[in-house]
């Protein structure tokens, strides 16, 4: 079928008896030498009015022209559909909204890169009407006159520095000419870069953990992982999955022709005046590679002690432990529940010019004055193990092993800490007595166990409440209070609370995370059922009887201060006998 061929913009000025043939041609050679379109040049020239102009503009995209002095078309105009900045900002007038996508009034029909920006911003697909910019810039002037105005939670995350790169976008003339046929393909690869670097800085902004990007059969779901939970920020069009992904791996600094094996990379951005660091991992997958980029605030970890959510009794007891001349402290948990964190805010406590402290890491996520830090590379034989024999040579005080994973790291820490030095360490077991079994089950010595730990804290990472909108809850759920063990004498004397929502929290009435713990400190009885290898079941008992508290001991306290919600305890810690299902 053959192609339909647009016309040009002076045949239909000229077919509107608008322009001569003679002002066309004389406006055609003014724009060559001066690289300005021919619209604009007919304007400059007096050869068009500026509504005239639009209309045939219209007429020659195929799209309505609107009339913005109307009076009958200011009624169609919904103006709180789109925040008043980026009404402002991009001169747009948005006029309804039905079935995701939004009819929004522009001045430049081939903004391609504006429409693209507002896709993303807004969240939604885009139908233009055109209207005259001056028509625009008089309507908008009006209707949200003065310097402030009110802007949806997701734009205040993207920065100004990446707005900046598309204003010449915004202030091309209305009168845009098409004057040849363009690829399509080609001009909407060009704000590839743009996007990939909106989508980065807006989690960033976001507080968000994580950016997954996921292909799918029909697109290109974007997520944000924040506070823990992923929330769907935008499904891009499966055509850009390729430019999307070669991006980010391009920014990654890793091979963006090898498709078939994963591969990780790192990206260093400056957003806000703050390097961040993204660890990027990607992974075949079956409708293309999905990309994870995992961003590393160095704030996230200087957030002091007090922060991490411990209670005073518990904090004072942490404080004691860290400050030990030798021994081992182990920190456990599952991927995720901020063992690091925890582990990297107490070196930063124990910094100090007289304190030598080496980390062996796989990877280094966070870089630290002071501190020795060492990055694992097995692809060269420098493994845990080697490292650790190293700095053990450098007469360190502190010694931080990012995991302990198998038998001969078990054996090399312990060996340090019998030795004078104070070792922290991580391990992936679910609670804290099954980290003494755990290392026993690697064939590491009881005896060496027993003597060489000092104490085991196990910790979950729990949403805490809005500050700016929780309420108390005159009625909790009767199920998430039996999970949690928590009676209606209790909830009556304490402050439980729920979510509601509001704009500082994204409306889920959650904003940021604390951490619940469980510390088991060893004593005479627990060493001696180590060396005899007893059970997980009775080294907890011991524990509690010597005064250790539970994860869901903790989350209660923290459900009866107002911090957080039994639901969201019981995810991560529950009374025995209950299924965590039975939460709706």
Known sequence: MARKVRKKLGELLVEAKLCTPHQIEAALGKAKTSGKRIGEVLLEMGAVKEEDLTRILAEQHGIEYINLDRPENSGRIDVKLVPDEIIKKHLVVPISKQGGRLKLV?????????FDLLRFRLNCEIDILLASRSGI??????????????????????????????DRSVDRSVD???????????????????????????????????????????????????????????????????????????????????????????????VDGTAVDFRVSSCPAYHGES??????????????????????????????IIRRPNGIFLVTGPTGSGKTT????????????????????????????????????????????????SMLRQAPNIVLVGEIRDREVADIAIQASLTGHLVFSTLHTNDAPSAITRLIDMGVKPFLVA?????????RLVRILCEKCKERDPSPDPKALRLVNITQAEVAAGNVCRPKGCDACGGSGYRGRKAIFEMMIMNSEIRELAFNRSGVAKLRQAAIRSGMRSLLGDGKIKILKGITTPEEVAKFAQIEGFNPNEIN
Not at 144 to 165: A, M, N
Request: proline letters at 5%.
């Open 106 to 114: 522009v001045h430049d029909p081939m903004d391609l890169e504006l």
């Open 137 to 166: 810039k008089k309507y908008v002037e009006g209707a949200t006159g003065g310097p402030k105005s009110s802007v949806l939670s997701t734009e205040s995350l993207v920065t100004d520095s990446i707005d900046k790169s598309v």
């Open 176 to 270: 845009k000419s098409v004057d040849s046929s363009i690829d399509q393909d080609a001009v909407e690869d060009a704000p590839i870069i743009r996007l990939c670097s909106r989508i980065i800085i807006e989690a960033v902004r976001g507080r968000a953990s994580d950016i997954h990007v996921e292909p799918k059969k029909d697109g290109v779901v974007v997520r944000y992982r924040i506070d823990g939970v992923c929330h769907i920020r935008d499904t891009l069009p499966k055509k850009m999955q390729s430019a999307v992904l070669a991006r980010l791996k391009l920014m990654a600094g890793v091979n963006i022709a090898e498709r078939r094996v994963p591969q990780d990379g790192r990206i260093k951005m400056v």
């Open 291 to 320: 990309v994870v980029l995992r961003i590393l605030r160095p704030d996230s970890v200087r957030i002091g002690l007090v922060n991490l959510g411990f209670e005073p009794d518990q904090l004072d007891v942490f404080n004691k």
């Open 342 to 389: 925890t582990l990297y805010s107490a070196l930063d406590t124990l910094n100090r010019p007289d304190k030598k402290i080496i980390t062996a890491e796989d990877p280094v996520e966070y870089n630290f004055n002071g501190i020795n830090q060492v990055q694992v590379r097995d692809s060269i034989g420098l493994t845990f193990g080697v490292i650790l024999r």
């Open 451 to 459: 003597s060489a730990i000092q104490a085991i804290m196990a910790q």
